[in-house]
């Protein structure tokens, strides 16, 4: 059973700085990709940031130069550095992973999403 959980979410001032944390957990043989996106409510969900199993990232014109992804391999962590904060950067951020993971015997690809943090920009 793979579990995402997420944290690190909350109400911070605009110019402010959070880090939202992603683990993983379960029978995973391979990280493919692991990604935050983020949700607002009335709009889209969003593609975040995206970091790849060989450690290419890719970003939303929207956040670059503000929020960086990386990655604790050894304590099965993505984060989301999210610096010069703004109120429509507000959303509900989720992590998505995309997982080679043990089946019995056999080995699957799929997606995973965590339950979801709550981000707020405000004064």
């Known amino acids: 059973q793979v579990q995402l959980v997420e944290s690190g979410g909350g109400l911070v001032q605009p110019g402010g700085s959070l880090r939202l944390s992603c683990v993983t957990s379960?029978?995973?043989?391979?990280?493919?990709?692991m990604v935050w996106y983020r949700q607002a409510p009335g709009k889209q969900r969003e593609l975040v940031a995206r970091?790849?199993?060989?450690?290419?990232?890719n970003y939303a014109d929207s956040v670059k130069g503000r929020f960086t992804i990386s990655r604790d391999i050894a304590k099965n962590t993505v984060y989301l550095q999210m610096s010069s904060l703004k109120p429509e950067d507000t959303a509900v951020y989720y992590c998505?992973?995309?997982?080679?993971?043990?089946?019995?015997?056999?080995?699957?690809?799929?997606?995973?999403w965590g339950q979801g943090t709550q981000v707020t920009v405000s004064s």
């Open positions: 998505n992973a995309d997982l080679t993971t043990w089946q019995g015997m056999r080995l699957m690809r799929r997606e995973y």
């Open positions: 379960g029978s995973i043989s391979s990280v493919n990709a």
């Open positions: 970091l790849t199993g060989i450690g290419n990232t």
